[in-house]
């Protein structure tokens, strides 16, 4: 099982819609978390980080259950420019001394 | 500011060639990490560093080794490319427990 496990998707929505994506980690000492974007041939680039009391950044929401040890990202209003593909990212730091972890990602399609 | 800057930005190998991928950031970051990403695919974690002279095994280490002489240098190293080493390369430095900034990438061919 992989440490930290996405939906790939596709997800296809229309202009407008809200969509949200999940993640599960398994390594219940995960301290930190956070979702990226990727856009085709580009490298991640920080979208937001996760708080445990949730938190939102204009269209987006970022919520962190630990008890069920999952992660979300809610887009409401999505814009065409939304169509990427979205990371979620964990950060553990009792083993190894310390890793980020990256899922597969989400790839979003917004569409006219 | 440059941030994490990788260097070369392409390269075309020959099967059994060796070459060396230079990441260096100008953040003072602790750790730095080395992935590779296939067409379609996840990052894959290959070596990653938590200071420096420190380098640890990633997920898919074979065929890499990696140093970490320099706190701000991570470099990749390819002793006999492989055909099966042909990907984009992501280079990305982070503080302790804090987000990840990445470099814009190594795109290798081996042929």
């Known amino acids: 099982r992989k440490e930290v496990e996405q939906d790939p998707g596709p997800f296809n929505v229309p202009e407008g819609a809200t969509v949200a994506f999940n993640c599960t980690y398994s390594n219940s000492a995960s301290q930190s978390f956070f979702w990226y974007r990727q856009d085709c041939r580009k490298e991640p680039k920080l979208l937001m980080s996760?708080?445990?009391s949730g938190n939102e950044d204009g269209r987006f929401t970022a919520q962190l259950n630990r008890a069920s040890q999952y992660i979300s990202l809610l887009i409401r209003d999505s814009k065409l420019s939304d169509s990427a593909t979205y990371l979620c990212v964990v950060n553990s730091y009792n083993t190894n001394a310390g890793k980020s972890t990256f899922g597969d990602g989400t790839t979003l399609t917004v569409k006219p | 500011n440059a941030g994490v800057t990788q260097t070369p930005k392409f390269r075309v190998l020959k099967t059994g060639q060796s070459m060396t991928l230079l990441c260096a950031q100008d953040?003072?970051?602790?750790?730095m990490y080395w992935y590779r990403q296939d067409p379609g695919m996840g990052l894959r974690l290959i070596h990653y560093?938590?200071?420096?002279?420190?380098?640890a095994k990633g997920e898919v280490p074979d065929g890499y080794n990696v140093s970490r002489l320099k706190k701000q240098n991570f470099l990749l190293g390819l002793e006999s490319a492989a055909p099966s080493q042909t990907s984009v390369y992501f280079c990305a430095s982070s503080y302790v427990r804090a987000e990840a900034f990445f470099g814009q990438g190594t795109r290798l061919t081996v042929v």
């Open positions: 953040m003072n970051h602790e750790y």
């Open positions: 996760v708080y445990s």
């Open positions: 560093s938590v200071g420096e002279g420190t380098t």
